[in-house]
């Protein structure tokens, strides 16, 4: 192999295959990066068997050949030189010879051979395109809701629930619940009947700093995914098991309806959250003939305080408890100016909407006294 890159186009590559590189003393071959021309350009892969990316690289293609070379050292060569053309190739032992004009640097290598096999997703079928900014701003609102546990695979990624004409996106800690309704309008696909599969959130969060802009495309098979567009190939595993019925838990009604402003409310839980329990509980306090709410907080030895927000209040007194970091989660997860705060007990859980967006909502059980 002998290829001449431009510098800036390399480490944009490496800045996207170096994150799913692997840890795996028994496979110390999941380190590097496998490297190989193909056509006109390059292509670097890498894997730590539950992801694996590829990114396709043009180049000026003296010699045909593939190599593989360690992820760490290579990404920090490349990362510090500072002339814009790198020649790379293949020299004695199968090493990798990285120059320029004023710098040359030989890297160890291990045999392709070893490289683990990228696996392949059919691109004829189940075919799921959508603008990558939409997509990731959709993924990133029901995130909100997410945290990885060791006891329960199934809710360690998002769930995409396909009816043939709308997408859901949902996601969940047991604690909190959040889903976005994404209509046709804002997606094209010939998939014709629905499906149901859960993404596996490391998965999610690499597709969120990796793919920046355009359209990708989603493809789809039993037990893998595969995120595409014109430079990079990412395949993930899917999560095998069944994502919470939460239909039945939705509250259909509210008895209590709040209404407030989304940024007086953050500020408000972000001063109260200072002086919390253990829990990192706030008390919110709601009486119909006001026209506000109380959040209040205590933490015993140091100090209390109250925050007091103008509101819409519609319903019965209430006071009920909430992890102030979890609700604050969800409440930054919306746009808009206004949010709608559903109430039905101390004891039942409370649905967060937005006055813009009908689409998506946010359920966050109460801490019990």
């Excluded at 496979?27 to 590829?54: Q, R």
């Excluded at 925050?307 to 997860?333: C, H, M, R, T, V």
Aim: charged content about 25%; cysteine-free; overall charge negative.
């Amino acid at each position: 192999m002998k290829v001449i890159v431009i510098r800036g186009n390399l480490k944009k590559a490496l800045d996207s295959v170096v994150r799913v590189t692997g840890e795996n003393s028994n496979l110390p071959i999941l380190k590097n990066i496998l490297i190989k021309t193909s056509g006109s350009g390059m292509i670097f892969s890498s894997t730590n068997l539950e992801i694996a990316l590829s990114y396709k690289l043009s180049g000026k293609i003296i010699e045909n050949g593939e190599i593989t070379v360690p992820a760490a050292i290579f990404y920090s060569i490349i990362n510090n030189l500072s002339n814009e053309v790198i020649n790379l190739d293949i020299i004695e032992k199968n090493n990798l010879r990285i120059k320029t004009d004023n710098y040359e640097a030989t890297v160890n290598t291990l045999p392709t051979e070893d490289f683990p096999i990228i696996p392949n997703i059919s691109k004829e079928n189940s075919s799921f395109k959508i603008d990558v900014e939409k997509i990731k701003r959709f993924l990133e609102q029901v995130l909100s809701s997410t945290q990885f546990s060791d006891l329960r695979p199934e809710i360690n990624g998002i769930l995409f629930n396909f009816d043939g004409n709308i997408l859901k996106l949902a996601g969940t800690d047991s604690f909190r619940l959040s889903e976005k309704t994404v209509t046709s309008s804002d997606f094209n696909s010939n998939i014709k009947e629905g499906f149901k599969t859960i993404i596996p959130l490391k998965a999610i969060n690499e597709f969120l700093k990796v793919f920046q802009e355009g359209i990708v495309e989603f493809y789809f098979d039993n037990n893998q995914v595969l995120f595409k567009n014109d430079e990079i190939e990412m395949v993930s595993r899917l999560i095998d098991g069944d994502f919470p019925d939460y239909e039945q838990i939705l509250p259909k009604s509210a008895e209590i309806e709040v209404i407030v402003d989304k940024e007086e409310m953050i500020n408000a839980l972000k001063v109260t959250g200072v002086l919390s329990g253990k829990v990192h509980d706030v008390l919110i306090k709601i009486k119909k003939d006001n026209k506000y709410i109380e959040i209040f907080s205590l933490n015993q030895g140091i100090g209390e305080n109250k925050y007091i927000i103008p509101a819409k209040i519609k319903g019965e007194d209430l006071e009920i408890n909430f992890n102030w970091q979890y609700l604050l989660s969800g409440i930054k997860s919306f746009k808009g100016e206004k949010i709608i705060l559903g109430f039905n007990g101390s004891d039942r859980p409370t649905i967060i909407k937005s006055i813009e967006d009908e689409m998506y909502f946010y359920i966050l059980m109460p801490v019990k006294n």
